[in-house]
């Protein structure tokens, strides 16, 4: 059997978690959250993290965040990938902005950077790049087409923790970026997600918006001016902003500890493993894509996609992976505006994103793939592919 993901945490883990919980005189949010965020702005080379218990509670923050910041008006727009996680585009729709949906492309599965430009106008405010399947988008590309405009880059990078650009970590590019620590991902605190940004007052903001807006959650350095501002209101009641509880704990925050000192090692042999995938599908290029851009860039792989050129290919392969219980899913959640949610939001046709939602899946990557499956997909992809 092959999943996802396996069971990350060892007995060792859990007598460590669980004594963590028999000792801890506080487990709702506090020091060890601050803690874990100030060790992931370390390892992620940013300024600010904010932990928070999703990473779709992320992406929410982020977009409510900017748009207090930036005083976005209703219906301003938003530019988004038609290839994504649903929560990449409702938080722009409960947000009272507009998405404006963008065709992928079939190399590193982001923007079709042709499209991207094209759909920019003095009506957009930002755009909300994903970085797919641990595959950086070309920020280059990007930072080259926003160049001299006044247009926001946010950064959802919940399947690429660890991947770099030109050496760069992604979630450093733009204004901010959101990370997933959901139990599938690189690492994971059970449930979980991570703010980054470089950006002091936005931060300041995100702060807020975790929690129901209370000025009690931002830097102490700022609560003596804040008290005597608003000296009528009780500083512990004091709410600046409207907000959301989307706080974590300080037990996930103590695993996020744990896991961050594991990534690196994780990171590599998902890599290694992408390596070795890579060789195999080389020798079925006939059948599947197989450009997926590496240039000079970092992959930090999550999984295992497979593109096949024509639909019957992939009905052969899910025939087999079902026969020999591995598990797989479409690539990210396939073409979205396909979706009934969608329908009313835009009727537009995305000619590569339908090709994917329709010819491909990925399989889980993972630090417990090791050569056994990977010979075992060898032998499948020859069966299936033995006639053509």
């Known amino acids: 059997m092959w999943k996802l993901q396996e069971n990350v945490y060892s007995k060792k883990d859990l007598l460590i978690f669980s004594n ?8 709702t949010q506090g020091e060890k959250v601050q803690e874990f965020e100030n060790k992931f702005s370390s390892w992620n080379k940013t300024k600010f993290s904010l932990f928070v218990n999703s990473g779709s509670s992320a992406n929410l923050i982020m977009i409510y965040s900017a748009k207090d910041l930036f005083r976005w008006n209703y219906q301003d727009e938003i530019i988004v990938p038609s290839l994504t996680w649903p929560t990449t585009v409702t938080p722009v729709m409960q947000a009272g902005l507009k998405p404006v949906f963008v065709d992928s492309n079939l190399s590193d599965f982001s923007f079709d950077y042709k499209q991207l430009k094209e759909k920019i106008n003095n009506k957009t405010k930002a755009i909300f790049v994903t970085h797919i399947l641990g ?17 926001i880059l ?6 690429s923790l660890g991947s770099k650009f030109n050496n760069l970590k992604v979630g450093n590019f733009g204004l901010a970026g959101s990370f997933s620590f959901y139990w ?24 807020l918006k975790r929690s129901h807006g209370f000025a009690r959650e931002l830097p102490k350095k ?26 974590s704990t300080n037990f996930n925050a103590f695993i996020g500890i744990h896991e961050l000192k594991k990534l690196n090692r994780i990171v590599q042999i998902r890599n290694k493993n992408y390596k070795l995938f890579i060789n195999l599908i080389s020798l079925f290029n006939k059948q599947l894509l197989v450009n997926f851009e ?12 497979f593109v096949f050129r024509k639909k019957e290919y992939l009905k052969k392969f899910i025939k087999e992976l079902i026969k020999y219980k591995i598990e797989y ?24 994103s339908n090709f994917i939602h329709n010819n491909g899946v990925y399989l889980g990557n993972n630090q417990f793939v090791d050569q056994k499956k990977l010979f075992l997909l060898k032998k499948i992809l020859n069966k299936c592919f033995s006639n053509f």
């Not at 860039?297 to 999550?302: A, C, E, G, L």
């Open 20 to 27: 963590y919980l028999k000792k801890s005189k506080k487990l």
């Open 135 to 151: 595959y950086p988008a070309n920020m280059e590309i990007i930072k080259s087409i926003i160049k001299g405009k006044n247009i």
């Open 154 to 159: 946010l950064e959802d990078c919940c399947e």
């Open 184 to 207: 599938g991902h690189h690492m994971t605190t059970i449930e979980g997600g991570m703010i980054v940004t470089n950006n002091e007052q936005f931060y300041n903001l995100c702060i």
């Open 222 to 247: 700022y609560h003596i001016k804040l008290k005597k501002k608003y000296k009528k209101i009780n500083f512990n009641f004091l709410f600046l902003s409207d907000g959301f509880n989307l706080r």
């Open 294 to 305: 590496e240039l000079n860039n970092y992959i930090s792989s999550f999984a295992f996609p």
């Open 329 to 352: 899913r479409p690539i990210i959640s396939g073409n979205l505006v396909l979706q009934p949610f969608l329908r009313k939001v835009t009727k537009e046709k995305f000619n590569n």
